[in-house]
Every structure is written in C-alpha cells, then in structure tokens.
C-alpha cells in the first residue's frame, strides 16, 4: 500500500502523537500547521525544544524548575518569602495556580509525584526525606498539603501527616479548602469533591 503522506510529515505527526493528551487526529492537525508555518516559526520552536533540557534545571531545596544559572528557586530565596510556611504540591507546575491567586507568600515543596501502587510509585520515590530536613533546618510553622484531589492526592496527603507526625515533629498542617465549583450542581460532584464541601462548611 502507498504511503498517504510523505515521510517527513508522517514522522512529524508520530512524534506529536507522543504529547500527553494528543491524539492522532490533533497530531496531524499540529504538523499540517507546522508545515505551513514559516520556516522561522519552526526553527524558534525547534530551538525552544532543544535547549529546554541544557537550559532548565531543578531547585535543590524546592525542587521546583529553575533557570540553570540559577542556584535556588527565586520563590525559595527572594526575601519577602516566608521560609516558616512551605506549600507542598505534586508537580513543579502545580505552582504557578497557587502564585497567579497573589495571596501566597510563603515558599514550596514539590514532591515529584503522587503515591500510585498502581503506577509503581511509593513514598520512596517522592521528596519526602528532603521536606523533613527543610522543615527542621528552616523552622517550619505552617504546612499546607496542596496535593490534588485525587484518590492518590488524598492518598498522598494522608502518608505526609502521617510520617511527619510518626518522626515526632509538632507543626501545624493544614489542607487546601475543597468546594463545589461555581456553576456546578450537586448531582454532577464527585465524591471527594462533596466530603471536602461538607468538611469545609462555613457558619452563615
């Protein structure tokens, strides 16, 4: 059978289809647009993708992404960051949701994940050891356990509580507030959702 498409553009679609959420019928839309696109469009983006793993890097102490002539996150290390109060989310992109409300002005903590058996992931491959030493080198007063609502969130929430209270450590924790969104009914909440609603109630 012949090829439908060249080569090149067939390889190009392929490559696409391996980004999380893009199907086939997306990948091929994204090449047909990079193949119209003007030679100096594609050449910014391939430069982009080429340099992204010389050029960023992780935070030793937050493990959030940084520049690589950086030596801290500049959240870490700025001086109108409060070090007592960490925030701890899963994923170096779970921060900027919480920096774009401006309220937060403490630092982070990125675990690198979630506790998932089902996905061969444990607390042994999460920055948990690293938190405990932030916690007392920093003097931490304040956690708050900004991991999603998810069963693993939860999962993974319940295991922070847990190991930082089994090591002896008096601090206070706290979870991100969970609600029924604006414009949502009730019949079309999930469970986790409605138990963090109830949880959170407010007296009127």
Not at 86 to 106: C, H, N, Y
Not at 173 to 191: H, N
């Amino acid at each position: 059978m012949s090829r439908l498409l060249p080569t090149a553009l067939e390889k190009l679609i392929d490559e696409l289809g391996r980004l999380p959420g893009v199907g086939s019928r997306t990948a091929e839309r994204y090449a047909y647009y990079l193949l119209r696109s003007e030679q100096r469009i594609n050449d910014s983006m391939a430069s982009a993708i080429s340099e992204v793993h010389s050029r960023v890097k992780t935070c030793p102490v937050t493990f959030a992404l940084i520049d690589a002539d950086q030596e801290l996150s500049p959240l870490y290390a700025e001086s109108d960051r409060d070090k007592t109060l960490v925030a701890v989310v899963e994923e170096p992109l779970d921060i900027i949701s919480l920096e774009r409300t401006g309220q937060f002005k403490g630092t982070y903590h990125v675990l690198g994940g979630a506790i998932s058996p089902i996905d061969g992931i444990g607390p042994e491959q999460l920055h948990i050891p690293e938190l405990i030493d932030r916690i007392k080198r920093d003097e931490v007063k304040e956690l708050i356990i900004a991991t999603n609502a998810s069963v693993e969130g939860e999962s993974t929430a319940l295991f922070l509580q847990k190991y930082i209270k089994d090591a002896g450590i008096e601090i206070t924790m706290s979870r991100l507030a969970r609600g029924i969104p604006v414009g949502v009914d009730l019949e079309y909440a999930d469970q986790i959702t409605l138990s963090h609603a109830l949880e959170g109630r407010r007296t009127l």
